[in-house]
């Protein structure tokens, strides 16, 4: 059976076996509660979680005592979103947001809506940027949070979050930025760029699924939660390889490699009659969002039956409807009916390249 090519690391990342073998003993040998005080084994399995704790605070410029951890990135959009509103809404109940977020992002917006939160959703231009005078005016004296996602899982975009934050804060908002996509792929400072909570997940960064991170700023502004979740039995594996994952992480030289790599992808799929759906200069560096001007996606994903790429996010690939990325970047649908997302990892090798380019020849 020929090798699938993996073209999907936006999606999920495999787990490096380094990472594995990390959080292997925590299954087995030293399988205690990080609460358990009275003995060895909850000192051990404590003594792991603090570490892994100082690991993902040190990859985004944090302290160890801003990280919770969490289930993954959906259960941190949750809490922080939630938690911030709920603080906040009887005297302030107005949210901004993009209509680009991610859908768990987005989600959380609707349920609180219905709530009898506000909000208020940004438009982007074609290049999948927000204009940075619609959001000065749209953040009033009612606002409460304003969430804007660094880097977008879909086109790759990057958000200016100086720039951002320097405005939200001027307004005496607090800021949100959904990083999952980030993380890993471009150097992240939580204080360079003054975010004030921020979700991570594991699986996103060579670590397994099932576990994550938020990020809560202490002080400047000391960010709080509404009934935040004090107790409960720590996931010492999961929490051990989160850890790990964040140690193995090579962000400028991985950056570069990338960038090189999706170049000469983006140089032959061109040549195959493929356009970008989004400038490449300011994405991730790993990331093709792009658009055959002849074929739809679905024709072409039947030809590439060895090729594992995606139509958008992996959260929507059940949805037939279109993206509602690209929909909000003012593509039509015959357009998004011809778009693919690439995008490329640790494991992609300049030999899967050049692979990935004669399928792609042959099927067209």
């Known amino acids: 059976m020929a090798k699938t090519i993996y073209l999907d690391y936006n999606s999920t990342t495999p787990l490096d076996p380094k990472v594995l073998e990390a959080m292997l003993p925590y299954f087995t040998e030293e399988f205690g509660n990080a609460a358990s005080s009275t003995h060895r084994y909850g000192w051990v399995a404590k003594d792991a979680v603090e570490t892994a704790r100082k690991q993902v605070a040190d990859l985004i410029g ?89 880097a977008n899982n879909e086109t790759g975009v990057i958000h200016d979050l100086q720039k951002i934050s320097e405005i939200v804060h001027a307004k005496k908002s607090v800021l949100f930025s959904d990083a999952t996509q980030a993380i890993g792929k471009m150097e992240v400072n939580v204080n360079a760029l003054r975010i004030d909570a921020l979700p991570l997940s594991a699986h996103k960064i060579y670590g397994p699924k099932g576990v994550g991170a938020l990020y809560l700023r202490r002080k400047s502004p000391r960010v709080r939660l509404q009934n935040p979740l004090h107790t409960g039995t720590a996931n010492v594996p999961g929490i051990v390889a ?34 970008t759906n989004v400038p490449l200069e300011n994405t991730l560096s790993n990331t093709l969002n792009v658009r055959h001007s002849h074929l739809k996606s679905s024709e072409l994903l039947t030809k590439t039956s060895s090729l594992a790429y995606s139509l958008g996010s992996a959260c929507n690939s059940a949805d037939p409807s279109p993206s509602h990325v690209l929909l909000a970047m003012g593509l039509d649908e015959k ?28 099927a067209i």
């Open 242 to 275: 989160l850890g790990k994952a964040c140690t193995l992480l090579d962000i400028e030289n991985e950056r570069k490699r990338l960038h090189e790599l999706r170049n000469e992808l983006w140089k032959g799929l061109a040549e195959l009659g493929f356009v």
């Open 335 to 362: 357009q998004i009916k011809g778009s693919i997302r690439i995008s490329l990892g640790r494991f992609t090798t300049p030999a899967d390249i050049a692979s990935v380019l004669n399928i792609f020849h042959t």
């Open 62 to 150: 944090a302290e160890p005592g801003e990280i919770i951890f969490t289930s993954g990135a959906t259960e941190s959009i949750n809490r922080a979103i939630q938690g911030i509103y709920n603080l906040f809404k009887k005297e302030k109940n107005h949210l901004v947001t993009l209509k680009t977020e991610h859908k768990a992002v987005l989600d959380v917006y609707a349920f609180l809506a219905k709530e009898g939160a506000e909000v208020t959703y940004l438009n982007v231009n074609a290049a999948g940027q927000i204009d940075l005078e619609e959001l000065e005016n749209a953040i009033t004296v009612k606002t409460a949070l304003v969430s804007v996602m660094l």
